[in-house]
């Protein structure tokens, strides 16, 4: 497993500003930095290899995930990265420690920005480091198709993580930090979004719409 111990983070405030929708540019800025300075982020990765294919599963390194779209995904894949990325716990102390309930919710979305920040300089490591030139990311518990109790598979793959970078799974299948990520990602030609499988009506980090074809196409819409 290999470890990438300080990754560094920037945010854009013009960006983060139109994402929150707030309406107050000074406060936003202010927590922005806050932010920046507690955020401890690191990742771990592993390269691991596709060994078997089932009609809604695929065994990886000896354990076996059961997802069709996951199974779909990794058709034509032989080489796969399971990876975790943090914030680190000083994050969640003070997100959890605001009391102001508007300056929580900012400060928890700017987390949710910084983690994708994060996951996007791993997935930038990795393309350069493995000559890839696109990978795309799957989580558990990001479609029913692929449940949360798929993670302790996952965290297998990973063994030593806690040690490493202080992510472990609650008996709930969450992870603690809470704002860490855990997935694999794989290689693609089209970058793959799990919300274009997902028909959640409301959801604020929708990244593609619905598609009802391609969740037909992939087997979970019948
Ligand atoms: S639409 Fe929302 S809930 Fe559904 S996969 Fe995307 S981010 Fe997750």
């Not at 990765?45 to 809604?56: C, H, Q, T």
């Not at 030139?133 to 799957?138: A, C, R």
């Not at 089209?190 to 992939?218: G, I, Q, V």
């Amino acid at each position: 497993m290999e470890i990438l111990a300080h990754i560094p983070l920037e945010l854009n405030p013009t960006s983060v500003h139109s994402k929150l929708k707030s309406h107050d540019r000074g406060a936003v800025e202010g927590l922005i930095t806050r932010a920046l300075s507690l955020a401890q982020a690191r990742a771990v990765f592993v390269p691991a290899y596709v060994e078997a294919r089932e009609e809604d599963a695929v065994v990886i390194e000896g354990r076996r995930f059961k997802s069709r779209v996951l199974r779909k995904n990794l058709d034509d894949v032989g080489r796969v990265f399971p990876a975790v990325v943090t914030l680190g716990g000083r994050f969640d102390e003070a997100v959890e420690g605001t009391r102001d309930m508007l300056e929580k919710y900012y400060l928890d979305a700017i987390g949710n920005l910084a983690l994708a920040e994060a996951r996007a300089h791993l997935i930038a490591h990795l393309c350069q480091r493995f000559a890839i030139d696109k990978l795309s990311w799957m989580s558990p518990g990001s479609l029913a198709d692929w449940p949360l109790e798929e993670q302790p598979p996952l965290f297998e793959l990973l063994s030593g993580v806690e040690a490493a970078i202080d992510v472990r799974l609650t008996d709930s299948l969450l992870m603690l930090p809470r704002k860490s990520v855990s997935g694999i990602l794989f290689p693609a030609e089209s970058t793959f979004f799990s919300c274009r499988l997902c028909p959640r009506d409301r959801c604020d980090n929708r990244k593609a719409r619905y598609d009802e074809a391609a969740a037909r196409e992939y087997g979970i819409l019948t």
